[in-house]
């Protein structure tokens, strides 16, 4: 997958869409097409309003909207604003330590945060009673519970927002016995709030 962003300057609507005829043309017929691009996007940069690349409106101009990884034999779909790993063996062993650290039942509920696609919840779903999956970006919900479909399960739920927002009041319903707790935020890590809360309930 590839996110073309440009800034536009002064060029007229048409030319743009020449450039962006141009652009997918390159990748899918001419000299790009030895880059394995198969899935195009295109960005305005001009359109920018906020600091945050998540923000900026996409165009799809070539090839599938989605692009698709195995890992652990599961399938997942991944859309361009959605996070996953990107370094698959390197993520295989990670997830596997992490099912072999978390001491798991058939009793157990995974609370997966910061899930994005939906990865870690998904690989540990078949060996759990539950899991629910928190994530902020929309698009990265979309492409969980289409994985989590895509894979028949179907004892996994996601939901979409802060994960600040969503853990307290998913505290006052799950059983603290049970309960697995796996965290994989962003850079800027989690909340102090959603950090005592979890402290507490643990």
């Known amino acids: 997958m590839a996110i073309a962003y440009f800034n536009p300057q002064k060029l007229s609507k048409e030319e743009l869409a020449d ?4 652009l997918a043309k390159y990748f899918t017929e001419g000299m790009g097409k030895s880059s394995g691009v198969t899935s195009l996007y295109f960005v305005e940069e001009g359109q920018r309003k906020s600091p945050t690349i ?3 409106p996409l165009e799809h101009v070539a090839g599938d909207k989605y692009i698709y990884e195995e890992l652990l034999g599961l399938k997942f779909r991944i859309s361009p604003h959605a996070f996953f790993q ?3 063996q390197a993520a295989e062993v990670l997830y596997t330590a992490i099912g072999e650290w978390a001491q798991l039942s058939q009793e157990s509920t995974v609370l997966d945060i910061c899930c994005g696609t939906g990865t870690i919840g998904i690989s540990l779903a078949k060996r759990v009673k539950k899991v629910i999956g928190i994530e902020l970006c929309q698009e990265a919900v979309q492409d969980a519970k289409a994985n ?5 399960l179907s004892n996994i739920e996601f939901y979409c927002g802060k994960a600040e927002d969503i853990v307290p009041s998913l505290m006052n319903v799950l059983a603290p016995q049970n309960l697995i707790t796996i965290v994989d935020p962003p850079r800027a890590g ?3 709030f959603t950090t005592e809360g979890l402290r507490l309930f643990s």
């Open 148 to 152: 989590a479909q895509m894979n028949e």
């Open 190 to 192: 989690l909340r102090k």
């Open 19 to 22: 450039l962006k005829i141009s």
């Open 86 to 88: 990107v370094n698959t």
């Open 54 to 56: 998540e923000d900026l």
